[in-house]
């Protein structure tokens, strides 16, 4: 396992209520909004509405609440052994047992092309516009780049997925505005609950085309929720 190399000196963002709103309390003092909560607010929700009329209200919730509490396994066993180096028991919970399984084929067929750790979890804002917490930055197959662990109840299209791309995006701007990088790669690395890997990439050649997308995301939540 590539152990972390401390590149950099990655600070820790609190999180706090602003006029009842959850905020990130940045380094440089100003309260900002997170990354999940700007495309949230900006995302087109008819096809999720549509879903939960269909299934119903309690269907939905509980189908929401089930994969919520895998995918977060799902990160933790991940984070723990880019940690440690050492792959923790699920133990008998059945959830924790298929979200280690998950895990760890993220590993096997992911991680294993990371070349240089530089940090899990890490806090990353972008000075008076926004922040978040990404789950790996380092290296894959000798370029730098965001990286961000998934799960998901069912395989992906690349049409549907548009917003974890945004998301690696974002990223990406906040630690080359922060550290003074230049990272313009980033990969989603997904894993469905039928054991299906995939892996989604942004390269240098289309990174661009999500920049623009993600700061024009940005620019509606800030308009849309003008004082």
Known sequence: ?????????????????????????????????????????????TFLKEWRKRVGEKTAAMITKEA????????KFLEDYIVTGEWKDPGSNPYSQQASKMAKIVKEKGLKFVDEIWGSEINLYHPRIYAGTTDLIGTMNGEPAIMDFKQTNKPKKKEYIEDYFLQ???????????????????????CSREFQYQ??????????????????????????HAV
Request: one cysteine or more; charged letters at 25%.
């Open 68 to 75: 919520s509490g895998i995918g977060t396994r799902m990160h």
């Open 1 to 45: 396992m590539t152990l972390i190399t401390e590149r950099y000196d990655y600070k820790t963002i609190s999180r706090s209520s602003v006029n009842g709103k959850r905020m990130y309390i940045c380094p440089d003092g100003n309260a900002v909004a997170s990354v999940t909560t700007i495309l949230d607010s900006t995302k087109d929700k």
């Open 199 to 224: 892996q989604f990439d942004i390269s240098p050649n289309d990174y661009d085309k999500y920049k623009k997308a993600w700061w024009n995301r940005v620019e509606e939540y800030y308009v849309k």
């Open 168 to 190: 690696l995006v974002a990223y990406a701007e906040a630690h080359n505005e922060v550290y003074g990088t230049n990272i313009k790669s980033g990969h989603v690395l997904m």
